[in-house]
């Protein structure tokens, strides 16, 4: 036994020598008090045994062990009472008192020895107890004190988040699953078991592997915590995206044995995501993909091509006259046609082709790993039969073609853009060979995109080194034969070819957008000239210049103040500018094409429009118009004496014109005939080679030394 602190108690000297000399030998370490209150003030020294005297002056033995047991600290310090009395009155009361033994004055050695020891271990036990449960006790206090915070934080995030509890004994395999996670999969309590399969064969296989990557990551301790998302097949048989998250508990070892988690329903916002990519590559109108997506697939068929045999052909689609059908019925008719062809190009097609709508009626079609070309031919084909057969659209019966463009791979294309631009090359082949075929991109083909490259690149350097001139065509009184004014029409003094006519390159310059700096300066140049002759020739101060204007600049963001700049510049009356517009610029948005005009004329132009009767505008059209002009097309006039049905056209234009009180100018008069049918008819205007070719600077200066009021002399 170690060593432990006895305290003695007794008023007699001799009695604490005696004792205090004993209690050493045994090798334990003594501390004296010769009074009760002494002793009671030394019992806070960590005594281990009290050994205490009964008849004592002032408080005797019996009150000291009274006031020692009240203190709930000494409860259990054994006390021993060493007396000379041994009545058992007194015994019983010490004992009511609470004293632990008794040894009775002359204390014998051996039997304090057996005594003390006996009891000193009683001590030692319950004091080793009672570290123990005080130990136990605080672990405990630490444990509940730590779950209750952290069930506190559960119950909060799962009242919060909505979420299933799983709870996985990896020894058993077993797991619990919480009645919201059965409830989330549209389960109830009692239908699910604790079988991992519950959960396990609920999951989407595309998601399986990537799930069971992340949970063996995480018991493995290659993670700090297992995530993952995948879908859970609900009761009603159909997916839902979960986000599964969870945390292992370890042994010593670090072998996880216990795994347990949540379970959060994130399906709504993963439908939305799948919905936002979605539509960031699909046609919102047919569904079918859209240009990106598209491009994206055409670019990876080019990279399998370019390190394998395979073949792929692009399709370019276009529909013929799909603005008459949206012009005709409308654009919710026109939009339903649009998603109907769409349906019909899937069903010609395989999964793995790509079919997308560019945009209005135009559609592209990737074939991917085709054999060879005829395959593309034959796909073509059926497109097209497919397309003949009619559309009942609200029990309406419409019929649509579609002109097609191939481009077929050749080791030649390198980026996206070339195969598709010979595609729409191609398609456009097919439209001026009478539209509802397909045509396949060629060398010849080919040869005229160089041709028109060459012809853009020149055209830009054309207008560098302004190369370009005007001629002007006189526009003719019928009646009288005398000259009104000009028809401003552009030449291009090509270095190498010669003088060119716009055909030969007009529609480049339109394409690319060099028409606008283009016509500019041909507006520019027209009215300088004007000046200039009114200046030269003053006896024809009221001729007028008509000048070409081209959609592209109609619809340009500075129309307005390039007129303006250019009245004030040349100094020209405005009421003697007049501007030459197609039926085209009116079409595509008739209401914005009002406010331009109005625009226009509110800078004291006049308005004439141009080529009329070839587009496709009614004549009901025109009186929301503000024009003042119209040109009667060429192609009336050129059969107007011997085609009847011309004849009556002209005749309704002219009457029209009469009530509309517009100004007429025929195009195009070539004979007498024609001129003297135009009379009878009392058409007021004429332009055309009967009277004069378009005409240069110095020939039209020719003209003007003539009187105004001289018809004008007849070209050969
Ligand atoms: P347009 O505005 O309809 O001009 C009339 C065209 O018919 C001119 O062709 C003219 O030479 C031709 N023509 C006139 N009388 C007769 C005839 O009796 N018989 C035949 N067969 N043809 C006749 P040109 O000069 O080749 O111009 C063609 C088109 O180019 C013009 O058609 C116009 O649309 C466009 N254009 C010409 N100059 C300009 C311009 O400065 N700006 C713009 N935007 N377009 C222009
Ligand atoms: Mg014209
Ligand atoms: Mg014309």
């Not at 047919?286 to 697939?297: V, Y």
């Not at 405005?574 to 595509?588: D, F, G, N, Y």
Request: glycine fraction near 6%.
């Amino acid at each position: 036994m170690s060593t432990k602190r006895i305290l003695i108690i007794d008023d007699e000297e001799t009695n604490l020598e005696v004792l205090g000399g004993m209690v050493e030998t045994l090798g334990h370490e003594t501390l004296f008090a010769q009074s009760g209150w002494e002793g009671l003030n030394l019992l806070d020294h960590n005594i281990d045994l009290v050994l205490l005297d009964i008849v004592m002056p002032g408080i005797d033995g019996f009150e000291v062990l009274q006031r020692i047991r009240q203190n709930e600290q000494y409860k259990a310090l054994p006390v021993m009472m060493v007396t000379c009395m041994s009545s058992r009155e007194d015994r019983l009361t010490a004992i009511e008192l609470g004293a632990n033994d008794f040894i009775i004055k002359p204390v014998d050695k051996t039997e304090l020895c057996v005594r003390m020891n006996s009891l000193l271990k009683i001590k030692e036990a319950r004091d080793e107890l009672h570290n123990h449960q005080l130990r136990l006790e605080k672990i405990i206090e630490a444990r509940t004190a730590a779950l209750r915070e952290s069930e506190e934080r559960y119950a909060l995030a799962v009242r919060g988040a909505n979420d299933g509890l799983w709870d996985w004994d990896l020894k058993r395999e077993l797991i619990y699953f919480s009645p919201r996670w059965k409830e989330m999969l549209g389960y109830k309590e009692h239908e699910i078991s604790y079988e991992k399969d519950e959960w396990f064969r609920r999951i989407h296989p595309d998601d399986a592997p990537a799930m069971q990557r992340a949970l063996e990551q995480h018991v493995m301790g290659q993670s700090p915590h297992f995530e993952s998302e995948h879908r859970l097949m609900h009761k009603d048989g159909f997916y839902r995206w979960m986000l599964c998250r969870g945390l292992a508990v370890r042994d010593a070892q670090n072998n996880a044995t216990r795994i347990a988690g949540s379970l959060s329903d994130i399906h709504a916002r993963k439908q939305a995501e799948e919905q936002l990519r979605y539509d960031a590559f699909h046609d919102s109108l047919t569904g079918l993909s859209n240009r990106a997506l598209f491009m994206n697939r055409l670019e990876r068929a080019m990279q399998r091509a370019s390190t394998s045999e395979s073949v792929y052909a692009v399709l370019f689609l276009d529909l013929d006259r799909f603005k008459n059908v949206n012009d005709g019925i409308g654009h919710v008719a026109g939009d339903q046609l649009l998603v109907a062809v769409a349906r019909r190009l899937e069903g010609c097609l395989t999964s793995l082709d790509t079919v997308a709508r560019f945009g209005g009626d135009e559609f592209a079609i990737l074939l991917d790993g085709i054999e060879e070309e005829s395959e593309a031919t034959r796909i073509a084909d059926r497109l097209l039969k497919s397309l003949q057969e009619p559309f009942y659209l609200d029990g309406i019966e419409m019929y649509t073609t579609a002109s097609v463009g191939i481009a077929i791979s050749d080791g030649h294309y390198h980026r996206p853009e070339e195969i598709l631009r010979d595609a729409d090359n191609a398609m456009y082949r097919a439209k001026s060979s009478g539209r509802a075929c397909y045509e396949t991109f060629n060398k010849e083909m080919h040869a005229r995109v160089l041709a028109l490259l060459e012809t853009e690149n020149d055209l830009r350097r054309a207008i560098e080194r302004e190369e370009f001139i005007l001629h002007y065509q006189p526009i003719i009184d019928v009646q009288t034969a005398c000259l009104r004014g000009f028809e401003a029409l552009i030449r291009w003094q090509h270095p190498e070819k010669g003088l060119l006519s716009p055909g030969r390159f007009i529609s480049v310059a339109e394409d690319t957008g060099l028409i606008i700096p283009m016509g500019w300066w041909a507006m520019n140049e027209a009215c300088r000239q004007l000046v200039e002759w009114q200046k030269k020739f003053p006896a024809f101060q009221s001729l007028s210049m008509n000048v070409n204007l081209s959609v592209k600049q109609f619809i340009h963001t500075e129309l307005i103040q390039n007129i303006q700049q250019i009245l004030k510049e040349s100094g020209l009356a405005p009421s003697l500018l007049k501007v030459e517009l197609t039926e085209s610029a009116l079409i595509q948005s008739p209401e914005k094409a009002k406010e331009l005009l109005h625009a226009i004329r509110e800078c004291g132009i006049r308005l004439c429009m141009d080529d009329f009767g070839t587009g496709y505008s009614s004549l009901s059209y025109l009186h929301n118009f503000p024009f003042d002009t119209l040109k009667i097309d060429r192609s009336f006039v050129s059969h107007i004496t011997e085609n009847v049905k011309n004849l009556k056209i002209v005749k309704t234009i002219l009457s029209l014109c009469n009530d509309l009180e517009l100004d007429v100018v025929a195009e195009g008069v070539e004979t007498v005939e024609q001129l003297e049918k135009l009379r009878e008819l009392h058409c007021m205007n004429a332009q055309g080679y009967y009277f004069s070719h378009p005409k240069s600077k110095a020939e039209i200066e020719e003209l003007l030394t003539h009187a105004p009021d001289t018809p004008l002399p007849i070209s050969s």
